[in-house]
């Protein structure tokens, strides 16, 4: 007995001394920070992004046509607001409403780059309206935000680059590397006719990019416990997405007389299944990134649960929500309470990890569910994980030099993203693909991404409009 005790003593010495040795050897993968270049601040740019905002550039669905007053209105007013952009770039519209600007690169030897954004915004809810500061498309300036539909998502971003793009012509600055500026008009449903078509064109004329720049990534502020440094987020990939309805076919009846297998408690149990047996947590790239850069700066105790995933990776993995995930949104079926429906519906969307396709998540549902439930791709988008992009190259180097050097007190942080963007599409022209414009986010915004009172503040919104500046330097 005393044996065992000493072995088991020994063991836990051993462990213990594994732990504290990786938790030591896991330092700081930050670079350090170097002076930005200084810009005169355009004193109309307050003014443009809200002129942006009253142009009701809306995404309804696959079936709705574009409002053509609404884009057309919008693409003249840049052209108003951006006169040096438009007499020094080419401009290509792709099927009408999408933007494909070319700012001519001094050496042609150099792989361009692609910086993305979009035009669209989602609608907004009409019982939500009195909840707002201001009208969602009023554009209304405050001391301290520009408010309404799009500052945050996704007109931000664009309108930054516009003015970023802009000040350098009145500088005479030449990029090096041609730079594409890339603005789909149907991002908010899936960006098939806008970002896709883009893609291809460039692809169809021989355009190979050292790199692709889009949404997706942000400066998140209080968003970890515990952890009071504001986290960069630059996302090297995003998960697939995907939605299967789930159908129930039986006879039906009075409601008086159920069957044992009623239509709609058929439906409830299989949407119970799914969601008691959800796809596991994994440790994929890039999530172990995240591991290494947030690790490392975080408290001792939280390190050590970063720096051994092979012991503690189970409660991380599942606070990065590192699995497919699994959201019943829609559920039909049944036309008078006293009729047990024939036919039952449910959609179950899914937002799928790297490592995983639609067809095994397909495979899953079916498994879970069992016979008697019909299982079919619902909509017409879906998509696969992305590939992952690395962090070894010189334009993931330039971007996080840019990032320290514009936002010092932040910690960069490669990552995945669980939502979708229009960077999907440029994995097949660009060497790498990027999600980042230092947006901040915190608890209390997030929920105005396609919510009620979307604002930017004026301070972010300037710091957007320096961070575009000075990448766009730094790459030449």
């Excluded at 884009?71 to 052209?79: A, D, N, R, V």
């Excluded at 021989?206 to 440094?229: C, H, Q, S, W, Y």
């Excluded at 047990?340 to 879970?368: D, M, Y």
Aim: proline share 6%; no cysteine.
């Amino acid at each position: 007995m005393k044996k065992l005790i000493l072995v088991l003593v020994a063991i836990f010495v051993v462990l213990a001394a594994v732990v504290v040795f990786n938790t030591l050897s896991l330092s700081s993968k930050q670079v350090g920070s170097e002076p930005v270049a200084s810009m005169d601040f355009p004193g109309t740019a307050f003014q443009n992004l809200s002129k942006a905002v009253q142009y009701k550039t809306i995404s309804f669905g696959d079936d709705v046509m574009p409002d053509s007053t609404a884009f057309h209105g919008f693409h003249q007013f840049l052209g108003e607001a951006y006169p040096l952009l438009h007499q020094n770039l080419s401009l290509e519209k792709i099927n009408e409403y999408s933007l494909l600007y070319k700012w001519e690169g001094s050496d042609p030897s150099l792989n361009p780059i692609v910086l993305l954004s979009h035009q669209d915004v989602v609608p907004v809810d009409e019982p939500t309206l009195t909840e707002w500061e201001a009208g969602p498309f009023e554009g209304k300036i405050t001391d301290s935000h520009i408010i309404g539909r799009g500052t945050l998502d996704d007109k931000s971003s664009l309108m930054a680059l516009m003015e970023s793009v802009e000040v350098l012509l009145q500088e005479s600055f030449v990029p090096k590397q041609t730079i594409y500026l890339a603005f789909g008009h149907d991002e908010e449903i899936g960006g098939g006719n806008g970002a896709k078509a883009i893609a291809k064109y460039l692809k169809d004329k021989g355009v190979r990019a050292a790199m692709t720049l889009d949404e997706g990534g942000f400066l998140a502020e209080n968003m970890i416990p515990d952890f009071d440094k504001v986290v960069a987020m630059v996302n090297l990939a995003e998960k697939g997405y995907a939605s299967f309805n789930l159908i129930v076919k039986t006879g039906g009846g009075h409601s008086s007389a159920p069957p044992e297998e009623n239509t709609l408690g058929m439906l409830a149990q299989a949407i119970v299944d799914l969601e008691n047996n959800q796809r596991p947590y994994k440790l994929v790239k890039p999530i172990d990134y995240q591991f290494e850069y947030m690790g490392a700066e975080m408290p001792f105790f939280k390190k050590m649960a970063f720096a051994n995933p092979w012991l503690f990776k189970g409660p991380v993995l599942k606070a990065l929500n590192a699995h497919t995930t699994t959201a019943p949104t829609i559920i039909e079926g049944g036309v008078k309470d006293n009729v047990i429906p024939t036919v039952g519906k449910a959609t179950i969307n899914f937002r799928i990890l790297p490592g995983e396709t639609i067809e095994s998540v397909k495979q899953h549902i079916q498994e879970t569910v069992g016979e008697g439930i019909e299982v079919e791709l619902a909509g017409k988008f879906a998509t696969n994980p992305s590939p992952v992009s690395g962090i070894d190259s010189d334009a993931f180097k330039n971007l996080e030099k840019t990032i320290r050097s514009v936002f010092p007190e932040s910690v960069v942080v490669p990552g995945l993203i669980g939502g979708g963007t229009d960077a999907r599409y440029f994995y097949d022209i660009s060497d790498d693909v990027y999600r980042f414009y230092p947006v901040r986010v915190n608890p209390n915004s997030m929920s105005m991404f396609h919510g009620i009172d979307e604002k930017i503040s004026k301070d972010n919104y300037k710091e957007m409009i320096v961070f575009t500046y000075n990448l766009i330097k730094r790459f030449n």
